[in-house]
């Protein structure tokens, strides 16, 4: 995976201010930094799905969504655009398979940092300060030893370097997402602590229900996930991907059992059927939205979509955080 409205609504948008007193934009309202929102109890709203827009705008089966990031930036910023005016207060860049070592995967490694600042160029132009700009990483694709073979120092060096682009591109934050494997979560957020100590560090696990509880295809629990990211120093914690909106909840709440940090939750819109060829989510806004109340009162400081889900989606949820703040 906001209080402002996109231009074009007739509203003034909301800016923020960085820690080193800068203020981004003009306007009557100066955006606190992201995690001073959060502690002040703001509800922020996430967008939705990267790889299911882009698969609207010509994405094979197949083919890595960083492509786009070399060939066709303007979908970038369409998608940017469409999450901005549905009300998303943190937008992500495409970025989410662009670690080197995952980007080998297609021969692109060699193209790492083109595609990363690709892709945070692409929203800045859209967003500026309008929203929350977070760089979106996701796991390698390899498995480390001893299970793998690969060594814990190629995948820190892989999340250094992707990150050390993002940072210097300009994003407010690092989301390290959908993960499975604790031991690479925890090297992507000292990868992100290391190249910057001050950027908010958001970190995603994807969890499995199952008859013994919540657990990741690697074998871990929320309370043992929830320990790890804290240790290491994510800011905010949750979990995203792999789950309908009403497992998210009680993923969240078993989250909110083990911690007080700050939670954020990216939801699917349900888990997909295939029919004819195309995987159709079932969930729809408006029943994700109505779960989604489950999640403010549960203390959930970030709140998004994952898989399937479209602007349409962002801007129910986005109706729901603001009754909610009323």
């Known amino acids: 995976m906001r209080s402002h409205k996109a231009k074009g609504k007739g509203q003034k948008a909301k800016f923020r201010t960085h820690g080193d007193g800068e203020t981004r934009g003009q306007g009557d309202i100066v955006k606190r930094d992201?995690?001073?929102?959060?502690?002040?109890?703001?509800?922020?709203?996430?967008d939705g799905a990267m790889g299911t827009m882009l698969m609207e705008r010509g994405l094979k089966p197949g083919e890595p969504p960083e492509s786009f990031?070399?060939?066709?930036?303007?979908?970038?910023e369409e998608i940017a655009r469409l999450y901005l005016e549905a009300g998303a207060d943190l937008i992500q860049t495409n970025t989410f398979g662009a670690s080197s070592l995952k980007l080998s995967s297609y021969a692109l490694d060699d193209r790492t940092e083109e595609i990363n600042r690709n892709a945070v160029q692409a929203v800045k132009k859209i967003v500026g300060a309008q929203a929350y700009i977070y760089g979106s990483c996701g796991p390698t694709g390899k498995i480390l030893k001893p299970y793998g073979d690969v060594e814990p120092d190629d995948v820190y060096q892989s999340f250094?370097?992707?990150?050390?682009v993002l940072v210097s591109a300009g994003v407010d934050a690092i989301c390290i997402e959908t993960m499975i494997d604790l031991n690479e979560a925890q090297l992507a957020i000292k990868a992100a602590k290391n190249v910057s100590a001050d950027i908010p560090i958001m970190?995603?696990?994807?969890?499995?229900a199952t008859p013994k509880g919540f657990y990741t295809i690697m074998g871990v629990d929320i309370e043992t996930a929830v320990r790890g990211l804290e240790d290491e120093g994510a800011?905010?914690?949750?979990?995203?991907?792999?789950?309908?909106?009403?497992?998210?909840?009680?993923?969240?709440?078993?989250?909110?059992?083990?911690t007080q940090r700050a939670l954020i939750v990216q939801?699917?819109?349900?888990?997909?059927?295939?029919?004819?060829?195309?995987?159709?989510?079932?969930?729809?806004?408006a029943f994700m939205a109505e779960k989604a109340q489950e999640l403010l009162t549960i203390g959930?400081?970030?709140?998004?979509?994952?898989?399937g889900t479209t602007p349409a989606y962002i801007s129910a949820l986005k109706n729901v955080v603001n009754a909610y703040r009323r």
């Open 203 to 208: 970190a995603t696990m994807t969890f499995d």
């Open 235 to 258: 800011d905010i914690i949750g979990s995203n991907c792999g789950n309908g909106i009403e497992n998210m909840v009680r993923i969240a709440q078993e989250f909110r059992k083990q």
């Open 34 to 46: 992201l995690l001073e929102e959060i502690k002040r109890g703001k509800v922020l709203v996430a």
């Open 69 to 76: 990031n070399l060939t066709n930036t303007s979908a970038l």
């Open 160 to 164: 250094e370097q992707q990150m050390k």
């Open 300 to 307: 959930v400081s970030i709140i998004g979509g994952c898989c």
């Open 267 to 285: 939801s699917n819109a349900g888990i997909p059927e295939m029919k004819e060829g195309t995987a159709v989510y079932p969930e729809t806004p």
